[in-house]
C-alpha cells in the first residue's frame, strides 16, 4: 500500500526546497538549516506566534507571516533575512529589552540567555528607545524555584508547557497590554498555588525570569530539548 | 473516572443560586465562563476571590485562566463599587469637549485617582471608553444613569449632594 | 410563516394605526431617554387623552440628531420638534390640527434631504421592541423571499452583485465571505453579529441595534440560510444596555412569530440566536478575538490565516459581519442587489451610517450615499463648526483611522479615498475638530487607547504602544527632541509592519495621518516649545544638562 504525501516544492532564500502539505514555513526552512530567529516557539509546544521574531517575506504579498504558525505552500517564494525584516527585528528586540529590566551582567541567566543570544545575534549593539524601569516584584515562595518579574518577557512558554504538557494550566497571564503578567492561580504566591513542582516551566523559559533556586550565582543552563521526546512518547502510547 | 461533582454554594446566600442558574442554563461548559462572571457581577457588584473559585471550580476552568479573563476585561471589577458611582466618558467625542478637566476636576473634588473609590466607601470614581452617546457628549453616568452635556458645576453639585448623603 | 400571512399581520398593523388622526413619534434612543423622554411620552399620552386629541404616541428609535433631542416627530404632517420637554406635552398635543409650536420646531430641511437612508430606513418610524411594527414596514419579507424562492446560491449571487462591503471597518466584500463560509465543509457552522462598537467616538451600531434590532436579526437569518448555519450569536458591549434589552426583547418575538427556531417558514431552515455580553475589550471588534471572548476566554487575537470563514467558534466555519453590514442585507435581498450598486462609488457601494460628533452643530447620526464629499458631510448636513471656530480636521476610523485636513475636505468617501488620505472608513465615526484641538495632543489621546486596549499578546503593539505614547507624552510636555520624532516614526513602520492584528497594526495611523499634515504642529512643540492650541501644558523651557 502505497501513502500518498501531498508534497509542495517552495523557494526559501533562493534555495528549492521540498515540504509535506501542513508544515510550517519555519519546520521546512529549519529542515534545511536556513536559520530563522524565534523567542515564543519552542519545539513540542503550540505556537502562538506572539513574538513577531520569525515574521518572514512572502512574494506577491505585502503582508508578513510568522514562519511558526504559517504553512507551505506550493510554488511559495519566502525570504527569511531581508534588510527590511531585520530592521524589524532589531526594533522588536529593543522594545523587549526596554520593556522591563534586563540587565544582562546581573542575571541570573547571563550566558543561557534566549534573549541575550538573539540580541547578539542580530547586532543590536544599543537601545534607542527609552528604558521603562517598572518596579516589579519577584517571587521567592516556592521552595524551589524563583519568579522574577523583572526578566519575563512574556512569552507564555510557561504557560502553555504548564497547561499542555504538565497538564496542570497553573500558569496563566494576567492584565492585558504593557500591565500583563504571568500568574499561579488567582495570582497566588507561586510556593502556596496548584504548582506541581515538575519544574518544566523553569526548563522552558528563554530568560532569567523563571529560575532554579540552587543555581544562583552558578551557571544555569536550561534544557527545553525534553519536549518533543516527551511529546513523541505520548504518541506512541 | 469518577463524575464531577460541582463544589457546594460558598455560602446560603441566595444570589449564588441566581449565579449557579446561569452555569446551569449552559450546561456547566466552559464557555459560559464570561457570561457566568457577568451574573456573578451583576448580583455582588464585584468579584471576589471566592467567587471567581467558585465560579472556576464549577465550570472546571484553571484558576489561573479564569483570574487571566477578570482581569483582561475592563467591565469586571476585583473591588466593591462605592455607594454611588460617578463614571466619565473619556471617548474620543467627549474628550474632544474637553472631558479630561471633567476627570480632573472629580479627581481633585474626591481627592482619588479614577478608577478608585473614596476611603469612605461613598464614592466611585471611574471613566468608560465611549458610552455611544457621543451625540450628547460630554457624558457621565451618574449611578449608571446616562447624562449628556455635563459641565464641571454640574458634575460637582452631584458629588456634594453624595457626599453629605 | 409565509408572505400571505406577514402582509396580513402588516395589514392589521396599519389598520390600527389607520383608526387614529395622528401620530406622535417619541425618540427613545439612549441620547433622548438621557433627556427623559420617556417621561415626555408618557405626559404625550396623557395630554392626548385630556384634550381629547385621537392621536397613537408612539416609542421610536433614534431620529438622528441626538444633540436636539429629544425629539418629537408628529405625522401625518412631518413636523419635527427639538429639546422638547415633558412640559411642553401640552402644547405639543394642542398643536395636532392647529398651528404647530413655533418653538419647538426643528427646521433643518438640508440635515435630512440630503441623507440617504437605507440602513436607518425605519429608525425613527417604528418601534423597535414591536416586531408587527416592523412587519408592518416590509419587515421579514425578504428573510421568507429567500427561504421560499431563492437557493443559497442565489442570496450569496445577489449580496456579490450589490458590492456589498463589510461595514465593520476593513471593507472585505461581503458577497465573497459569505461565499467561502459556504464551501467550507461541516454540517455544523455559526454566523456571528459583531456589535462590539469600541470605537470611541462611534455609535452608529448602538443605534441601530437599539432603534430597528429586528433588521439586524433578519439580516443573520439570511446569512445563516446562505452560508449553511444553525446558530448565531450576537456580541453586543455589556455598556449598551438599551440594546441588549431591546435584542433580548426581540429575539423572544421572533422567536414567537416562528421567525427563529426550527422549521422556519415551514421550510427545513432551523435557526436560532443567543445574545453574548463584551466586557469592555476594544480588541474583541477583532475577529479572531471576538471568536476567543465568546468561547469565555482572554479576547486575544490568533494569527490569520486560518481564517474564522474556514475554521472559527470552536472551530467550526464562522461568519462573522459587523451590525451595519446585516442591516443592509434585507433591503438587498428584497430590492436585489443590482438597486443596491446603482449607489455609492465604483468600488464602495451603498450608503453608510457616520457618527457626526465634536466641534459640530448637527451632532448625530446620518447616513448618507457613498462617494459624497466630506464637505457636503461637515459642512451641509453638519452644519459646520459651531461658535465662529474654524474647522481642522476630521477624524475618521477611530483609533485605526487618522485625521484629514481642510484641504482633503472634497474627498469622495470610500473606502480607497479615505485610506489614501492616510485614514481609514473604519465603522463610521467622524470627530470634528476645530483650532481649539491640539493635533499632537490628539494623536497622544489615541495613542494612549490603543496602549491601553492592547490584549499583550504581541510584544510590537505591546511595548510599541507603550513607547510610543513616552513619545508623544513628551513631545507633549515640550521635552521632546527631533530625535525622539525620529525614533518615533521609526517606530510607527515597525509597529504598523510586525503587530499581530489590526489593532497595532492600525496603531500608528492617528501619529502618522497627524505627522503628514500637521507635522508643524509638532515642530511648534519640539523647537518652540509652544502648543498653538493652547492644550498641551508646556512648562516654560528648562535647561537640561546634556
Known sequence: MSVAVDVKTLVIDGQNVSARAGQTILEVARENKIDIPTLCHLDGLGDVGACRLCLVEIKGTNKLLPACVATVEEGMEVETATDRLKKHRKTILELLFAERNHICSVCVANGHCELQALGQQQGLTHVRLPYRNPELTVDASHERFTLDHNRCILCTRCVRVCAEIEGAHVWDVMGRGINSSVITDLNDPWGSSSCTRCGKCVQVCPTGALFDKSKVGSDHPKYPDFLPWLNLMREAQ | ?165 | MNIEELEQIAESVRAENAKFDYEINVCMGTGCLSQHSDKLKDELVKEAEKQGKNAFIRRTGCMGLCAAGPLVLVDPEEILYQHVKASDAAAVAASLGAEPVAALQCDLREHFDQQVHVVLENSGHIDPERIDDYIAHDGYQALVKALTEMEPNDVIKQITESGLRGRGGGGYPTGLKWGTVAKAGGDLKYVICNGDEGDPGAFMDRSVLESDPQRVLEGMAIAAYAVGASKGYVYVRAEYPLAVARLTNCLRDARRRGLLGNNICNTPFNFDVEIRLGAGAFVCGEETALIASIEGKRGTPKPRPPYPAVSGLWGKPTLINNVETFANIAPIIRKGGKWFASVGTEKSKGTKVFAITGKITNTGLVEVPMGMTLRQIIEGIGGGVPDGHKFKAVQTGGPSGGCIPDEHLDLQVSYESLIQAGSMMGSGGMIVMDDTSCMVNVARFFVEFCMTESCGKCIPCRAGTAQMFTLLSRICAGTGTMDDLDLLVDLCGTIKETSLCGLGMTAPNPVLSTLRYFKNEYIDHIVHKRCPAGVCNIEAPVEVLA
Request: glycine content about 8%; charged content about 20%.
Open chain 2, 1 to 165: 473516572m469518577p463524575a464531577f461533582t460541582p463544589p457546594p454554594l460558598p455560602s446560603d446566600d441566595k444570589r449564588w443560586k441566581i449565579v449557579n442558574g446561569t452555569m446551569r442554563k449552559n450546561g456547566f461548559a466552559r464557555y459560559a465562563l464570561i457570561e457566568t462572571l457577568h451574573t456573578v457581577q451583576s448580583a455582588f457588584g464585584y468579584l471576589d476571590d471566592d467567587s471567581i473559585r467558585f465560579v472556576a471550580r464549577s465550570l472546571r476552568v484553571p484558576l489561573s485562566q479564569a483570574y487571566g479573563v477578570v482581569t483582561f476585561y475592563h467591565y469586571f471589577s476585583l473591588k466593591p463599587p462605592g455607594k454611588h458611582t460617578m463614571t466619565i466618558c473619556t471617548g474620543t467625542a467627549c474628550y474632544i469637549k474637553g472631558t479630561d478637566k471633567l476627570v480632573a476636576a472629580a479627581e481633585k473634588r474626591l481627592a482619588i485617582p479614577q478608577g478608585q473609590t473614596t476611603a469612605d466607601g461613598k464614592i466611585s470614581l471611574m471613566t468608560a471608553r465611549c458610552v455611544g452617546a457621543c451625540g450628547r457628549a460630554p457624558v457621565v453616568l451618574t449611578d449608571g444613569e446616562l447624562v449628556g452635556q455635563m459641565t464641571g458645576e454640574q458634575m460637582l453639585e452631584q458629588l456634594e449632594r453624595w457626599a453629605v448623603e
